[in-house]
């Protein structure tokens, strides 16, 4: 049986429906996820604010293309562990100043519980830097994006 070619270009879709000031209720699929400020911040604190969600979705998708990457390439990466730090210019989300790269700097450390040498997690890593939507994301935006692959 012929093997069926997906398309190239789809469209993704989401809808948000605002609660509060606040919290936006977002549908994903058969799926509600809260963004939502901190109570320090006047939300409820029901889930991450959008700018620590686009950070959670950076970590899921270098979860998921690491491991695309080490199956294509043959090395068992194991579980990875990853830790995201931010330097983060608030002056925009305060409406003190236009800021062109609010996402100053990006450093991901990606731990790996598998049997992989470095070499290998190294060549996975550079890999999915060539392929992870969400950091090419951060990086054509002007981002300077650091990612460490290492042995747990």
């Known amino acids: 049986m012929p093997k069926l070619r997906e398309k190239t270009v789809v469209k993704l879709r989401t809808k948000g429906q605002g609660v509060s000031h606040s919290r936006t209720d977002v549908s994903i699929r058969d799926l509600i996820v809260p963004i939502d400020e901190p109570v ?10 959008p700018t620590e969600a686009v950070l959670a979705s950076l970590a899921g998708c270098t979860n998921v293309i690491g491991h695309k990457c080490a199956d294509k390439l043959g090395v068992d990466i194991g579980h990875l562990s990853i830790e995201i730090t931010c330097e983060f210019d608030r ?6 100043e236009e800021i062109d790269v609010p996402f100053v700097a990006v450093r991901q450390v990606v731990t790996s519980d598998g049997p992989a040498v470095q070499a290998d997690l190294e060549r996975v890593g550079s890999e999915v830097a060539k392929f992870c939507p969400l950091s ?3 990086e054509q935006s002007g981002t300077s994006m650091e990612t460490v692959w290492q042995k747990a």
Do not use: H, M, W, Y
């Open 91 to 96: 002056r925009g989300v305060t409406l003190e």
């Open 40 to 49: 320090v911040r006047g939300g409820t604190n029901l889930g991450p604010a």
């Open 136 to 138: 090419k994301l951060f």
